[in-house]
């Protein structure tokens, strides 16, 4: 039959290895297991900032290649405000910004456009269904208009 002291050892190797990992300076078993739980606390959370980093980098990357400035939506009583300027023209981005009001069912009451050195659109619209404008927020409105630049920037870089 085994003996106790060498069931122990193995467990008592692996301790002594995550001290050593951990740089616990504990002694006992259950303080051990809480400086390694503390450390790989902290290592999930470097690399959740690690992954935002990278995240932001490559956002602000993209941004070095997207001509937007500005893209700004403001809820208005039952509708929106939308403004965007970009530093060039953009031959072709106001039908899909147009297109995706469409999806959204934004009625565009007043709007001021221009494509000529650069591309500035300020744009009051309404949501036309009573039901869906509670659902629709000034955030959900940005995202079907960053996602028609986007379709437009894929299109123009095709051709």
Known sequence: ??????????????????????????????????????????????????????????????????????????????GFLIKMFAERSCSGLLVFILEAFEELGLDVHQARVSCSNNFLLEAVGTINDNQSADQKDAQAVKEVVLQAIQNWSEITQQE
């Not at 008592?12 to 400086?35: E, F, G």
């Not at 900032?49 to 809820?75: G, K």
């Open 1 to 78: 039959m085994v003996s106790k002291v060498q069931k122990r050892a193995p467990v008592s190797k692996k301790l002594q290895s995550l001290r050593s990992i951990s740089n616990s300076h504990a002694h006992s078993k259950t303080s051990i297991i809480l400086d390694a739980s503390k450390y790989i606390q902290d290592l999930k959370r470097k690399l959740e900032q690690m992954n935002e980093e990278i995240i932001a980098a490559a956002r602000s990357s993209s941004a070095e290649h997207n001509p937007f400035l500005q893209l700004i939506v403001e809820p208005r009583e039952g």
